[in-house]
């Protein structure tokens, strides 16, 4: 799958063909299935919804890549987490 990462230095956007995949933020982090396999399996693969630290960072990381076979630079890590 064509994605494409993207950050604000505050939040880090990953995009497939199909529209967000995973998003890792201030208040969380947002996995999602593909957006033709959602349906009645709702969206998330992966998802919290409290503050974020490094350790959720390291989660993100491991899950895009199980989940997805997408690789995030280091580069990307938000400074907040550092």
Same mark, same amino acid.
């Given at each position: 799958?064509?994605?494409?990462?993207?950050? =604000?230095?505050?939040?880090?956007?990953?995009?497939?063909?199909?529209?967000?995949?995973?998003?890792?933020?201030?208040?969380?982090? =947002?996995?999602?299935?593909? &957006?033709?396999?959602?349906?009645?399996?709702?969206?998330?693969?992966?998802?919290?919804? &409290?503050?974020?630290?490094? &350790? =959720?960072? =390291?989660?993100?990381?491991?899950?895009?890549?199980?989940?997805?076979?997408?690789?995030?630079?280091?580069?990307?890590?938000?400074?907040?987490?550092?």
């Amino acid at each position: 799958m064509d994605t494409s990462i993207t950050s =604000d230095g505050v939040t880090v956007w990953v995009n497939g063909t199909c529209g967000l995949i995973g998003r890792f933020g201030v208040r969380g982090v =947002d996995i999602h299935r593909l &957006a033709s396999e959602q349906g009645v399996r709702g969206e998330c693969l992966f998802c919290t919804h &409290a503050v974020t630290t490094s &350790a =959720d960072w =390291d989660r993100f990381v491991i899950k895009m890549h199980e989940l997805y076979s997408v690789s995030i630079p280091s580069s990307y890590k938000p400074h907040r987490v550092r």
